[in-house]
């Protein structure tokens, strides 16, 4: 089974610039996640989709970020304008239909100068 | 917030010993899990532990639950190098989203 695919892995922009990450979770999950992890700090979950439909997006900074789900398969997260503050992990996660695991993607890092 | 705080933030020690590290909450929960980072991956989940258990076993793994004391440790046996990692504890809430809140970790280092 395919895990969680993240892209790119990694990227540096300049602070103002525009990101967007890619998720496309395991074949199957409904729900799925974005996280920011900031260096030395655990997770924190920015946005959670059912199928197409957001869950919950009470973290998200709305006035920067974005996400969607158009299919309800993969996702994007856009960040425009990028501050310096948003250098983080940026993680993907997807959850099976009645089970509580997660799993996760390998990331994006990203870099704002 | 309803992150958790892991304990202590950094763990070091030698192969074969065992590593204990241990997480506090701070709102009732439905499931408490343990999950892995290593530098540079994302994470793996190792245990999930649910409020009405107490205590749960996964090969070298054994994890303890106190709802009581909303604290939860997690024991690695016959600790390897290849353990060497970032621990965090997550705590699932009980709206039933499913969502997952994170503690800050234990960086464990297993010296060969």
């Known amino acids: 089974e395919a895990g969680v695919a993240q892209s790119p892995r990694y990227k540096i922009i300049e602070k103002r610039q525009s990101v967007a990450f890619w998720c496309n979770p395991i074949s199957g999950h409904a729900t799925l996640y974005w996280y920011q992890q900031i260096l030395g700090q655990g997770p924190k979950l920015l946005i959670q989709f059912q199928n197409n439909g957001v869950v919950d997006d009470s973290q998200l900074p709305k006035d920067r970020f974005s996400a969607e789900r158009l299919k309800g398969v993969d996702s994007t997260l856009k960040i425009q304008p990028a501050k310096l503050e948003d250098s983080a992990v940026y993680l993907c996660a997807s959850l099976p239909s009645g089970t509580d695991t997660q799993y996760f993607g390998p990331g994006t890092r990203l870099t704002v100068l | 917030s309803q992150q958790g705080e892991e304990d202590p933030q950094a763990l070091s020690i030698q192969e074969g010993e065992n590593a204990t590290m241990n997480c506090s909450y701070k709102?009732?929960?439905?499931?408490l899990q343990w999950y892995r980072q290593n530098s540079g991956r994302g994470l793996v989940h190792l245990i999930l532990i649910r409020s009405n258990e107490r205590e749960k076993h996964s090969g070298r793994l054994r994890v303890t639950l106190d709802t009581s004391k909303k604290s939860s440790s997690l024991l690695i046996t016959a600790s390897r190098a290849a353990d060497t990692a970032s621990y965090f504890c997550?705590?699932?809430?009980?709206?039933?989203?499913?969502?997952?809140?994170f503690g800050t970790g234990t960086r464990l280092t297993v010296i060969p």
């Open positions: 709102t009732s929960i439905n499931n």
């Open positions: 997550a705590t699932g809430d009980q709206t039933g989203a499913n969502n997952l809140f």
